[in-house]
């Protein structure tokens, strides 16, 4: 049997059949989600309301946005500074064409899963015959880890980013085999797509591919080999200049989040464990925390089965083996050992002092070279001179799919304060709270060096209780008297306003302080500095009138990495427009349009942008109200207030928003601490503005909208003075909910 096929050889229906099979197994993978509800997993909920975040922040016309604004309490997290994008606009695809949010995760997961198929066979396709090939895929769908990433960790990012190794490892033998324009231009963009797709597993594939690449040029001795590995550093620095506004702010800038801070070493290395423990003892594998063995996430028993008969059918085979076979075999048993050897306590001292290492978090990641690794040399098992092969194939592959699948123990993903199922309604900003409550709530009971891990580091101090009341409020002067802010627009990422103050003052921003929010009066930039315990955007103004713009700018490293993206991503279109690319323009210049067009529609169908109504009106000493907004949603309307604080308060008080019918009846209400519980205002910093959302449910009559503030558990509403007129009713009138 030949262990490879001439590179020109037309695909035949047998062919095609083998490459169905492969994307079959990749579907395999991914059927439980598709029979079912989307399934509990570690870290499917983090995926979940960054994708529902995105998609709040694009229809704002956030085309890259740095913050989540509504996470952290509405507080922000910086997460796509430091987070690898790419799944997430994958997912929102889906979301945009109308799937939804849960959709949309289950597309991603599908689609990443079917391509990482596809790409494993195209490129074991270059060194094994049809069989191997798919039997390569089926243990690269197949293996424990992957499905783990998909169906137990819930690990988006990790999950889709199986497709890039196999897919560069098969465009890098190309380039070698043809030495054709095409394939390095496939490269830089599939590089820069790892990267953006998910930077661990690219910084853990890196030495896997630059070995890849070594054994397959051969030394640069002669003129084709240099040439080649000319052509290879172009594609790469290309692809990293592409993925520049990414990955340069991601690590210079690390160190202002939690995630930069986290120094002690026990806890990774407490993960490191015997070769033994990092294979599973059962033929039907157990997940993390059934596997049975000290290692969380090891080797299936009938991978490692199948891998070590592969490694005897390679061995057997060897001198009659194709070059790149050989290649292909070598660099697939040593990306295996040495992975295998840095999950044991032996490579502790690595652990330890290699720069960079440690930010990989978990040693058990590399599970994703050792399954690469792995697959290779299980579809060496072809080598065997077995009769009726592709039987045997087959029989392997399901064993390997029910050896994977079999011992799931899935439960339907639900919200802490909802039973199971999750439904598409929850993914809302309620559901957001409840999901941000869930965690920090964990933090609280049992801890975690990591979690939270992009809280700013100016709120370190109040980690595990920055959303709860505080006796200790903070003593900063009280706003000048007859100080005015009116809120001209709200979107997640910016806010205009138009500011007059008697006196210089502080204005205070509800947001965590993270470089690059910058405060413009009147075109000019006032300093930015944290405020506060929670270390809250604050900037010092002058006396006067002035229009206030608040938004998150650009940083001397985002705008190095903005300058290398805009000479690696022109530079790749003139190159290929230079070398007739045109399928590559074509799908870029696709992309691109789709992903405008798709923002277009949902900004405009559902817009995040806040045009709130002036209104002036204080509430008791405590504040004032300095607009308010209606945003409209599928079962009724969210009234968002802006509240003014206006001096330090030692007590709690609640908020409300009462909608009232013609004739004085109660038709709905929201009554709760501002921000649904989470910004009490013992919180409150005198100048700072807090957006505080009251969802009220559908209502099919003309409504008069009121608001105010109460003692608790005394009930007594706060005075109300609006317009210069003390109001007898003590609540604020807002206008009416216009029937819909």
Not at 553 to 560: C, H, M, V, W
Not at 657 to 681: C, I, K
Request: proline share 8%.
């Amino acid at each position: 049997m030949s262990a490879t096929r001439p590179p020109d050889q037309p695909s035949s229906a047998a062919e095609q059949l083998s490459a169905a099979l492969a994307v079959l197994a990749g579907v395999g993978v991914v059927a439980p989600l598709l029979a079912g509800p989307l399934p509990a997993t570690h870290d499917g909920l983090h995926h979940l309301f960054r994708l529902f975040e995105l998609d709040r922040s694009l229809r704002a016309w956030h085309l890259f946005p740095r913050v989540f604004a509504d996470m952290g309490f509405g507080y922000g997290y910086p997460v796509l500074n430091f987070y690898s994008p790419l799944s997430y606009y994958l997912a929102w695809l889906g979301t945009a064409i109308g799937i939804g949010y849960i959709g949309g995760l289950k597309a991603a997961y599908v689609l990443g899963a079917v391509a990482a198929a596809l790409a494993m066979y195209a490129w074991a396709r270059t060194f094994l015959p049809a069989a191997g090939a798919f039997l390569a895929a089926a243990a690269y769908s197949y293996m424990p880890y992957h499905v783990a990433d998909v169906l137990v960790r819930g690990a988006l990012a990790e999950a889709t980013a199986f497709v890039w190794p196999p897919l560069l490892l098969w465009l890098l033998t190309r380039f070698c085999q043809r030495r054709a324009p095409v394939y390095l231009v496939w490269l830089a963009a599939g590089l820069a797509g790892f990267i953006l797709t998910h930077n661990l597993t690219a910084l853990m594939f890196a030495p896997f591919l630059l070995l890849y690449a070594l054994l397959l040029f051969g030394l640069p001795r002669r003129r084709p080999a240099i040439t080649g590995y000319g052509a290879l550093a172009v594609a790469a620095a290309a692809g990293l200049g592409i993925a520049a506004f990414y990955w340069l702010p991601a690590a210079l800038e690390v160190r202002y989040v939690l995630a930069g801070t986290v120094g002690g070493m026990w806890d990774l290395l407490s993960l490191l464990q015997p070769l033994g423990h990092w294979v599973s003892p059962y033929i039907l594998h157990r997940y993390t925390p059934f596997q049975g063995v000290a290692g969380q996430h090891p080797l299936g028993l009938v991978q490692t089965a199948s891998a070590i008969l592969g490694l005897v059918a390679l061995g057997l085979a060897w001198r009659a083996s194709t070059r790149l076979l050989r290649v292909a075999g070598a660099c697939a048993l040593a990306a295996a050992l040495a992975s295998m050897a840095l999950l044991t306590p032996a490579s502790s001292w690595l652990w330890s002092n290699l720069p960079g290492l440690s930010y990989l978090q978990f040693p058990w990641r590399l599970q994703a070279v050792v399954g690469l690794g792995t697959s290779v040399l299980i579809g060496c098992v072809c080598l065997l001179p077995l009769p009726r092969f592709w039987a045997w194939a087959a029989s392997l592959a399901l064993l390997l799919g029910l050896n994977a699948l079999l011992g799931l123990r899935l439960e339907p993903a639900h919200l802490p304060t909802a039973a199971p199922p999750l439904r598409e309604e929850q993914v809302s900003l309620d559901g957001l709270l409840d999901y941000d409550f869930q965690t920090a709530l964990w933090l609280r009971e049992y801890g975690g060096e990591w979690l939270l891990e992009y809280l700013p580091v100016w709120a370190l101090g109040e980690r595990e209780r920055f959303f709860l009341p505080t006796d200790q409020p903070e003593a900063l002067p009280p706003l000048p008297a007859a100080s005015r802010v009116t809120v001209v627009e709200d979107a997640p990422l910016r806010t205009r306003l138009r500011v007059s103050l008697p006196q210089p003052a502080t204005l205070v921003f509800h947001r965590f302080y993270f470089p690059g929010w910058q405060v413009v009066a009147d075109g000019r930039a006032q300093p930015t500095r944290p405020l506060g315990r929670l270390g809250l955007v604050a900037a010092d103004l002058p006396a006067g009138e002035y229009d206030v713009a608040v938004r998150l700018d650009q940083t001397a490293p985002r705008l190095a990495g903005l300058a290398l993206s805009a000479l690696g991503a022109p530079g790749l279109l003139v190159w290929a427009v230079r070398k007739r690319q045109r399928a590559f323009l074509s799908v870029s210049a696709g992309l691109a349009a789709l992903f405008l067009s798709l923002v277009a529609a949902r900004a405009w169908r559902y817009p995040t942008i806040h045009r709130p109504l002036p209104l002036r009106a204080q509430v008791g000493d405590a504040a004032e109200l300095a607009g308010y907004a209606i945003e409209r949603r599928g079962d009724g309307s969210d009234v968002w207030l802006y509240w003014l604080a206006l001096a330090p308060r030692a007590q709690n008080y609640k908020a409300f928003v009462h909608a009232v019918g013609e004739g004085g009846e109660m038709l709905g209400q929201h009554d709760s601490q501002p921000g649904n519980e989470f910004t009490p205002t013992t919180r409150w910093l005198p100048g700072e503005l807090v957006p505080d959302r009251h969802a009220l449910p559908s209502i099919a009559v003309p409504t008069a909208l009121y608001a105010g503030m109460y003692t608790w558990p005394d009930v007594a509403n706060l005075p109300v003075l609006q317009d210069d007129q003390d109001v007898p009713e003590r609540r604020v009138a807002l206008g009416s909910l216009a029937r819909r």
